[in-house]
Structures are given as C-alpha cells and as structure tokens.
C-alpha cells in the first residue's frame, strides 16, 4: 500500500519514466505559503450557539467549550426550530431521499407544495426546486443560453460558474452600478453583434458586502434593451416582506428569473427558480444539473416548506431586524465601520493581518466571526463578516459588542 503522502505527491510510480500524476502534496503547501489554505471545523450542532471542534481529519471531533455563533446564513434560527425539525421528521415518511432524478420517479406531493408555496412567496406563475443553490445557478444560467451575460463583478461564485458553463460572452459591470450596465451594453449594441438574447444576473444582497443591487435602475436599463434579469435571492429569500428584495422593491413583474436558496434563512437543503410557466417548463427540460441530478431530499423539502411559512408569519423576521439594528448601532457607538444596509455586518479593518487577529480575539472570547480577506475581498479592504441572528438575546448581543470593544483595543484597533 503506498502511504497516503507518497499517493498525494504522486511519487507511486518512482520507477516510471515521467509522471501523469497530481502532486496535490506540494499544491496544499503553495496554497498554504499563499495564505489560502482552508480547514474544517465540525461543529456539534447547527444553532446560535455551538461547540466546535479542531479539524479531527478522518477522526472523531473533539469538540471546545461553547460559542456564540455570528457567522452563519441560518439568519431566522430555524435550522434549530422545533417545528421545522417535526416538518423534516414527517417528511421522511416520503423517503429518505427522492430515489431518482424528478423526471424518473423522484417527484412528489411534497416538492410541488413547495414549489406552489415559493411561487406565491415570490408573486410568479411557478417555482422549480434544485437540489442546491449552486446547482440552480449552473443549471439555470446555462439552460437559458444567453448569447451575452452581463454580470455584476461581485455576483457569488455560483453564479459565475454558471457563465462559464454557457459558455457565453460575459461582460463583467461595475458593482451595483447600472450606468457602468448601461455602458456595457451600449458598447456592445454599437458594436453591430448580432447577439439573440442578452441576460443581466446579479445578486440582491451581496454576502461580503450586506449591500443591495439596485434593482429597480438594474430593470430601467435591462427593459432599454429587451434583456432580461436574473436576480439571486439567496441572502434576502424569507427575510424581506414575504418575498425577497425584488418584493420589496415592488419588481416582482419587472424581474423575469427569479432564484433564491433554501439553505440559508430557509434552514434547509437546495435552491429554486421562480418565474413565468414557460420559464418552469423549459429549466425542468433544459437544466442539466436538475435532469441529471438526484430530486430534492424530501426531508429537506419538507423542512423548507416549513421554514418558508414561519418566516412568512413575521416575527422571526422581526427579531432578526431588531438583532440587527442592535450590534449595528452598538458597533458604530464603538467606533467600527460597519459597511452595507442588511443583515450582514461587515466590520471593515483594512489589514489582512488586522482582520485576522480581531476574528481570534473575538474568538477567545466565545464569538465566532470570520476574518474575510483577499482575494476574496480587495486589498486594503479585509473584515470581519459579522451575522447575528433571530435567536440570539439581546445578551448574547451584548457580549458579542464586549468581545469587539475588548478584542478590538487588544489588537490596536480601537
Ligand atoms: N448564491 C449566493 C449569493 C450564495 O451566497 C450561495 C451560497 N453561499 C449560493 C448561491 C449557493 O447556494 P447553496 O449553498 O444552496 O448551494
């Protein structure tokens, strides 16, 4: 048996003449020389308070004394709630898993509840589940086929993704700015392409940034020329009105694809699409990530579908916001800049290595808050990405402000 570091420097074969192999030894330092090597931490639950454990590689956790969590997307708590908990035990009498693609045998009574539920939420015709967020946006951006993307530079991951994978010219716009939009595709209409079909993606609410798209400037444009928008609602599905951002902002007839995430205030598993029938019936033909891939969990359906109605009711939501208007407040008095206008918190310090210590300071004393620094974020522009959420006290609040006024004067900060 060759040892697990001599599989990964791919020095198996010494005896052959040139190696095909991957030298993922020597790839995991580079990345660690470069800062960006990544680490698990399992955690014993999923709530606003967690025990976490030091990376036990393929061994048992080991798990630390409890945290306050300010770093998950759980933004309502209802990854914890009772109710949302009995919604996925009562969904396993279904399955389990849904045994097959949609289009086999793995489409049931429960994925279309769902799917009637979002579509009401979001004011459209239909919805269509995935089995995650990013297999929506792959799968929804490359089964429209847009001869040209417009994509605001700092749409997520998944979104840009799915640009490569239309294999589509994608022009790149300046963050929430709909005259660098207009711009663009200005340009490219003088240009004379003989271009079908033009789409404008962008998220609503930017998870680095807690800032908002401006829609309602982003459709002015889009409708200028006969594109379309698609909007991601992962960040702001079940948090604002009964909807999302689009909701808000009154757009709903405005937007023509509407996608969001499950697995965020939702608490679940999965992603959708809203938006007109025809939309609906061609992803379910044409998105390979959904024709190819296992149907939605019915427990995770079921758990969504639930979550989908408490935070319809209200005040989760409203406890959210108050959680929120809370640190914010709390944390200008203290002296940091807080950057965007949602409910995630970006305390901008500048310096990597600023950033770095302030989320370890934090850390000893029991706050969890990630440090986000390049290339995720600019130069000069590291944070630390604070999100509260419905289920912290207002003394949980408190002592998360504590361990910034303390944490921060620690590391020179303040
Ligand atoms: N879009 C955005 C804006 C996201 O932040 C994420 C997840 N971080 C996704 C899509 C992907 O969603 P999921 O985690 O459900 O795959």
């Known amino acids: 048996m060759p040892t697990s570091d001599a599989a990964e420097s791919g020095s198996v074969a010494d005896d052959a003449e040139t190696s095909h192999g991957f030298a993922l030894t020597e790839r995991l330092a580079a990345?660690?020389?470069?800062?960006?090597?990544?680490?698990?931490?399992?955690?014993?639950?999923?709530?606003?308070?967690?025990?976490?454990?030091?990376?036990?590689?393929?061994?048992?956790?080991?798990?630390?004394?409890?945290?306050?969590?300010?770093?998950?997307?759980?933004?309502?708590?209802?990854?914890?709630?009772?109710?949302?908990?009995?919604?996925?035990?009562?969904?396993?009498?279904?399955?389990?898993?849904?045994?097959?693609?949609?289009?086999?045998?793995?489409?049931?009574?429960?994925?279309?509840?769902?799917?009637?539920?979002?579509?009401?939420?979001?004011?459209?015709?239909?919805?269509?589940?995935?089995?995650?967020?990013?297999?929506?946006?792959?799968?929804?951006?490359?089964?429209?086929?847009?001869?040209?993307?417009?994509?605001?530079?700092?749409?997520?991951?998944?979104i840009i993704d799915g640009c490569r994978l239309a294999d589509a010219e994608t022009v790149v716009y300046d963050h929430c700015d709909p005259d660098s939009l207009a711009e663009a595709m200005a340009t490219r209409q003088?240009?004379?392409?003989?271009?079908?079909?033009?789409?404008?993606?962008?998220?609503?609410?930017?998870?680095?940034?807690?800032?908002?798209?401006?829609?309602?400037?982003?459709?002015?444009?889009?409708?200028?020329?006969?594109?379309?928008?698609?909007?991601?609602e992962a960040h702001a599905t079940g948090l604002y009105e009964e909807g999302g951002i689009v909701q808000r902002e009154g757009l709903t007839d405005r937007v023509q694809v509407q996608m969001g995430t499950l697995s965020k205030a939702l608490a679940s598993q999965g992603g959708y699409v809203a938006g007109s029938e025809p939309l609906v019936e061609h992803l379910l033909n044409a998105a390979r990530s959904f024709v190819f891939s296992t149907g939605l969990a019915p427990p995770a359906a079921g758990a969504a579908r639930e979550a989908l109605r408490i935070a319809r009711e209200g005040p989760r939501r409203e406890q959210l916001w108050e959680n929120v208007a809370r640190l914010r407040e709390g944390?200008?008095?203290?002296?940091?800049?807080?950057?965007?206008?949602?409910?995630?918190?970006?305390?901008?310090?500048?310096?990597?290595?600023?950033a770095v210590a302030l989320s370890a300071a934090l850390r000893e004393r029991?706050?969890?808050?990630?440090?986000?620094?390049?290339?995720?974020?600019?130069?000069?522009?590291?944070?630390?990405r604070v999100a509260p959420m419905a289920t912290h006290t207002a003394d949980e609040i408190d002592d998360c402000l504590a361990a910034f006024e303390t944490g921060g004067r620690e590391v020179g900060l303040r």
């Open 190 to 232: 003088r240009d004379g392409a003989a271009d079908a079909s033009w789409l404008v993606v962008t998220d609503s609410v930017f998870s680095m940034d807690g800032d908002v798209a401006p829609l309602s400037d982003l459709c002015d444009v889009a409708d200028r020329y006969g594109a379309w928008l698609m909007v991601d």
């Open 366 to 384: 029991g706050v969890v808050a990630p440090a986000i620094r390049p290339p995720t974020v600019p130069d000069g522009t590291s944070r630390v």
């Open 31 to 158: 990345r660690q020389e470069r800062g960006l090597r990544r680490e698990l931490q399992p955690v014993d639950r999923v709530s606003a308070r967690t025990r976490r454990a030091p990376d036990p590689r393929g061994g048992r956790p080991e798990y630390g004394e409890e945290r306050l969590v300010f770093a998950a997307n759980d933004y309502l708590g209802l990854a914890a709630d009772e109710r949302v908990r009995r919604a996925a035990r009562e969904a396993t009498a279904i399955g389990t898993g849904a045994g097959a693609s949609r289009l086999v045998t793995g489409d049931t009574g429960l994925h279309r509840a769902l799917e009637r539920d979002l579509a009401d939420a979001k004011g459209t015709e239909r919805a269509l589940v995935f089995s995650s967020g990013y297999a929506t946006n792959v799968g929804t951006i490359s089964a429209l086929d847009p001869d040209v993307i417009f994509s605001d530079e700092l749409n997520h991951a998944s």
């Open 331 to 354: 944390l200008d008095s203290l002296g940091y800049d807080v950057l965007g206008e949602t409910q995630i918190l970006p305390v901008l310090v500048g310096d990597r290595a600023d």
